[in-house]
T-cell receptor, first 112, second 117 residues
Framework: EDVEQSLFLSVREGDSSVINCTYT??????LYWYKQEPGAGLQLLTY?????DMKQDQRLTVLLNKKDKHLSLRIADTQTGDSAIYFC?????????????FGTGTRLKVLA | SAVISQKPSRDICQRGTSLTIQCQVD?????MFWYRQQPGQSLTLIAT?????????ESGFVIDKFPISRPNLTFSTLTVSNMSPEDSSIYLC??????????????FGPGTRLTVL
C-alpha cells in the first residue's frame, strides 16, 4: 500500500485550500484526514465512509474518487490557524494484515 | 473519544542511554499502537500492544531496541534503548475503538519529542 501527497501548499488567508491524496489499494471502510500542528500529535480532522463520494463538515469538504483512488480535502476560507501538516490515512493490507497507512503529509502554509 | 496523555512531552538524551515513554488513556482500550515520526517524515508503525500478550513488532523494529509493556487496558510504555542520534524523532501512541466514528478509528496522544545528542 502506497499513499502519496504533495509536500507543500501555500495559500492566502480567505482562499480555499485543496489537499490531495492518492493511494494504491484500500480495503478501508473509512478514509481519514488528520491535522498535526507544530509540536503536537495528530488530531482526527474528518473522515469519509468508503461508499460515499463527498462529505461536508463546516469548512471542510472531503471528496473520494474510488475509481481513481483519489481523496481530497478542501478547506474553505482558509485561516492562519489552519497552518499545519495534513495527513491522509487509509487502512490497507500489508503482509496480509490490516494497518493504517499514512500519507507523506502536506504542509499547509497560510499567508496573511 | 478517549483522552490520551504521554510523558515526557519532550526530552534530550545522551547517546547510549535509554528513555521510557508512558502513554495513559482515560478509558479502557484493547489496542494501543506506537509510532515513530522522524523529522519531516510521515508516521511509521513500530508495534501494536495488546493487553495480556506480547507486542507485535513491524519489520525493522525489534524488541531489544524498543521494549514495550502493556500492564493493563489504560496504560503502555515504550522504551527506546541504547539510543543514537538516529533515534531522534517524535514518538506517538494511539488507541482505537474509543471514538464515535468506528471501532477501527485511531486517536493519537500528543507525542514525545526525543532528541539524542
Amino acid at each position: 500500500e502506497d499513499v502519496e501527497q504533495s509536500l507543500f501548499l501555500s495559500v492566502r488567508e480567505g482562499d480555499s485550500s485543496v489537499i490531495n491524496c492518492t493511494y494504491t489499494d484500500s480495503s478501508s471502510t473509512y478514509l481519514y484526514w488528520y491535522k498535526q500542528e507544530p509540536g503536537a500529535g495528530l488530531q482526527l480532522l474528518t473522515y469519509i465512509f468508503s461508499n460515499m463520494d463527498m462529505k461536508q463538515d463546516q469548512r471542510l469538504t472531503v471528496l473520494l474518487n474510488k475509481k481513481d483512488k483519489h481523496l481530497s480535502l478542501r478547506i474553505a476560507d482558509t485561516q492562519t490557524g489552519d497552518s499545519a501538516i495534513y495527513f491522509c490515512a487509509v487502512v490497507g493490507t500489508t503482509s496480509g494484515t490490516y494497518k493504517y497507512i499514512f500519507g507523506t503529509g502536506t504542509r499547509l502554509k497560510v499567508l496573511a | 473519544s478517549a483522552v490520551i496523555s504521554q510523558k515526557p512531552s519532550r526530552d534530550i538524551c545522551q547517546r547510549g542511554t535509554s528513555l521510557t515513554i508512558q502513554c495513559q488513556v482515560d478509558s479502557q482500550v484493547t489496542m494501543m499502537f506506537w509510532y515513530r515520526q522522524q523529522p519531516g517524515q510521515s508516521l511509521t508503525l513500530i508495534a501494536t500492544a495488546n493487553q495480556g500478550s506480547e507486542a507485535t513488532y513491524e519489520s525493522g523494529f525489534v524488541i531489544d531496541k524498543f521494549p514495550i509493556s502493556r500492564p493493563n487496558l489504560t496504560f503502555s510504555t515504550l522504551t527506546v534503548s541504547n539510543m543514537s542520534p538516529e533515534d531522534s524523532s517524535i514518538y506517538l501512541c494511539s488507541v482505537e475503538g474509543t471514538g464515535v466514528v468506528s471501532t477501527d478509528t485511531q486517536y493519537f496522544g500528543p507525542g514525545t519529542r526525543l532528541t539524542v545528542l
